[in-house]
T-cell receptor, first 116, second 115 residues
Framework: AQKVTQAQTEISVVEKEDVTLDCVYETRDTTYYLFWYKQPPSGELVFLIRRNSFDEQNEISGRYSWNFQKSTSSFNFTITASQVVDSAVYFCALSDSSGGSYIPTFGRGTSLIVHP | DAGVTQSPTHLIKTRGQQVTLRCSPKSGHDTVSWYQQALGQGPQFIFQYYEEEERQRGNFPDRFSGHQFPNYSSELNVNALLLGDSALYLC??????????????FGSGTRLTVV
């Protein structure tokens, strides 16, 4: 069975600080996909990034970067020079072939509060 | 290009009543998945509809049912509402039966309050 753990319930930082959100996953599949979504107060989950299990190359996109390590089953997300607009709940999700349909399983989310 | 549209945005129902929530997927998407998100929790998968059939179902009772129409829009029905059904109900669309591997497009949700 697939499982996603986000141990950090809430993180509070001051604007311009760097912040890393942790995600640990469990799956028996060798082919799987990992995601990060952002949920602002409006409620809509906004897709940020997708990684497949065969692509461990880490990526930087503007102020966002991701660190995927299969050896530790982790897929961490870092925001550099945080801004107030980054305040939201961030969800890590995992899709594997359980049931054959790659239905994403979400973690419980990490609430990020960026103070001015 | 419209994304996923859900209606209504907010709803208050009395325990024991029935409710219907509606979802129109993103243009070009043919698969609709429904999630329940309780306060402070991550989204929990309810079921997925593809080709007008329920393809996958999460750990939810039969009080939760759904439908997909030929235009790919979908409804979520909940019967005999319980206080514990109070949550944000999210609709997500994707393309194909394995669209979850590529990420979903989510709507803003319907906030259901059962009193």
């Amino acid at each position: 069975a697939q499982k996603v753990t986000q141990a950090q319930t809430e993180i509070s930082v001051v604007e311009k600080e760097d912040v890393t959100l942790d995600c640990v996953y469990e799956t028996r599949d060798t082919t799987y996909y990992l995601f990060w979504y952002k949920q602002p107060p409006s409620g809509e989950l906004v897709f940020l990034i997708r990684r497949n299990s065969f692509d461990e190359q880490n990526e930087i996109s503007g102020r966002y970067s991701w660190n995927f390590q299969k050896s530790t089953s982790s897929f961490n997300f870092t925001i550099t020079a945080s801004q107030v607009v980054d305040s939201a709940v961030y969800f890590c999700a995992l899709s594997d072939s359980s049931g054959g349909s790659y239905i994403p399983t979400f973690g419980r989310g990490t609430s990020l509060i960026v103070h001015p | 290009d419209a994304g996923v549209t859900q209606s209504p945005t907010h709803l208050i129902k009395t325990r024991g009543q029935q409710v219907t929530l509606r979802c129109s997927p993103k243009s070009g998407h043919d698969t609709v998945s429904w999630y329940q998100q309780a306060l402070g929790q991550g989204p929990q998968f309810i079921f997925q509809y593809y080709e007008e059939e329920e393809r996958q179902r999460g750990n939810f009772p039969d009080r939760f049912s759904g439908h997909q129409f030929p235009n790919y829009s979908s409804e979520l029905n909940v019967n005999a509402l319980l206080l514990g059904d109070s949550a944000l109900y999210l609709c997500a669309s994707s393309s194909g039966s394995a669209g979850g591997a590529y990420g979903y497009t989510f709507g803003s949700g319907t906030r259901l309050t059962v009193v």
